[in-house]
């Protein structure tokens, strides 16, 4: 793709085909630059040397100012200011959100253990849901509607304050949390009732499941543990066994020096 150098002509060439014809209608976003036309080429430009005006003596060199001895070995701090200025960096998207959302997991991280639902019809099925009442028909009580519910608040101007919205909003959550549990519990109670069993609670479920696992892992280490002590133990034996080879055979040579010594 060839480079465009000429990106601040933008608008008059514009301007040109639409008075020539080969533009029938003005583009989107041809008011808006003729309000705020662009007054800088950001494009980069490679810098080009006369090779045959560089004189060979090193200190003459197209590298080195006039009024100065030194040569240039590195960029200037004005210079490495205009590399990354607030004009060609990229912004950092923040959003309302995204902070609300931060907070609320932090104090409440138990939350994430909640099942979440990840199928989405458009990407924003919030945007569809009555946020002026928290617990929505078609969306689980969690940590969004906590979120959604302040920003409501905030735009409909029923509270002022940003940290008086949230802490409505978690009010209002701690009570429908407390709904459902309650709910749940006479649920139960009243499935016991009519003669519902329920052998073991959905803890004791999971941890009988996990100490299966557990008795398995325990067993398997446990004979490793013993084949590593047999080992040991075979390589004790034979490391003992060299030695008492070892005094064996120094104790016979002393009995049979002694035993020459007898003779003479």
Known sequence: ??????????????????????????????????????????????????????KQDPTESLFRKSDERLFKTRVLATEKAHQNNSISRVPKLQFLEDELRDVFYHQHPWEFSRPKTLIENSGNDNAHCDWSHMLQLNKPLDGESVVQRT???????????LFEAYDKARFEFYRLRMEEEMNSLVSKEESAMYGAVYPSTNMEWGLKQEQEYVDVWAKVASDKTKLAQVNSGKSM???TAAEDTAVVETSIWEEEVVIEEEKK
């Open 1 to 54: 793709m060839k480079i465009q150098t000429r990106a601040t002509t933008v608008l008059e060439r514009t301007s040109h085909y639409l008075r020539v014809g080969v533009l029938k209608q003005k583009p989107a976003w041809y008011d808006v630059v003729g309000s705020h036309p662009p007054s800088t080429d950001l494009t980069k430009k490679p810098k080009v040397f006369d090779l045959e005006a560089q």
């Open 151 to 161: 920003l409501w608040l905030l735009k409909n101007k029923k509270v002022s304050d």
């Open 237 to 239: 034996s034979s490391s």
